[in-house]
């Protein structure tokens, strides 16, 4: 009993570290004026939510997260940043004021209409201990879930990765001849 | 090894995207309003494997998984645009990008 309440106090402490860097480095990806600290900002983000993912017993989730974004959305956003040179803004005081009066506005807005949809539709129903068996979220168990129940799922995922890959090198190769002539 | 209530994950993905949405609405430079639109899936993201481990249903850590895809293909098809503007030598400012012209 007391190993188990020591458990659960150190998934506590791993949790509000992991939710309140995952938030610091949100905050920070929006407020530096340079681009290229919020993108290293962002793979703070990311390396949080995975750990969060990893509380989840989300495995698989957790590990594609780290490779798919810090390894590739990430170091390709690094490369452009570096390719289009720097560009420094200040976030806060770009504009008319009332711009960013009206933006703060809307997304507290936002979160409030979240926060009050999300609570009026679980009324309460998100308290649970929630066991789960040990091949919740292990590779072989999302592999048989992709694969078998939602193999249609994973085929347009394939069809949408390709159609923006061809997307893409259209993009750079239009502007290249539009350059040109 | 029980942990927070999922309702806590929940709470910090809402408050995650209220972050990106403040992002997209307030950043100028369109690569910082990528980066916003990230966290924003990021966010959605969060919200399906919590409630994914809530249900224990599989289908939210596969929905994760197709938004990871989507956001790969957003960021490949906006970095494009990014650098076919860079090469044209326009402002990568979204308020003087409001023209659909060539």
Redesign the interface.
Known sequence: MILASA??VV??MV?VVA?FS??GS??A??SFSN?FF??LA?IG??AS?AV??L????E??AA??VL??AG??VV??LF??A??GP?R?T??S??PSWQ?V???A???A??VE??VA?GMQ?NGS?????K?GAA??TPA??GR??LV??LL?FEI?SV??L???V??VI??S???R??AR | MTGPDVAWYVAVAAVLFGIGALGVLIRRNTLVVLLSLELMLNAGNLALIALSRHFHNGAGQIFALAVMAVAASEVCVGLGLVVALNRRHLSLDVDTLSELKG
């Open positions: 458990g659960n998934v506590w949790w939710a995952c938030l949100g905050v990806v929006i681009p919020s993108a962002l983000n990311l939510l969060m993912y509380l989840l017993n989300a698989f989730v594609a997260q798919v974004y590739a959305v390709m956003f452009v940043i390719y289009v560009r803004e976030p806060w770009g504009g960013t009206g933006a703060v809307a997304a507290g936002l979160l979240i926060v999300v679980a998100l308290h649970s201990d929630g789960v919740f979220g168990w999302i879930v992709f129940d939602h799922a995922t949408v990765l159609i923006a890959a997307g893409g993009l750079g239009h502007s290249q539009g350059t």
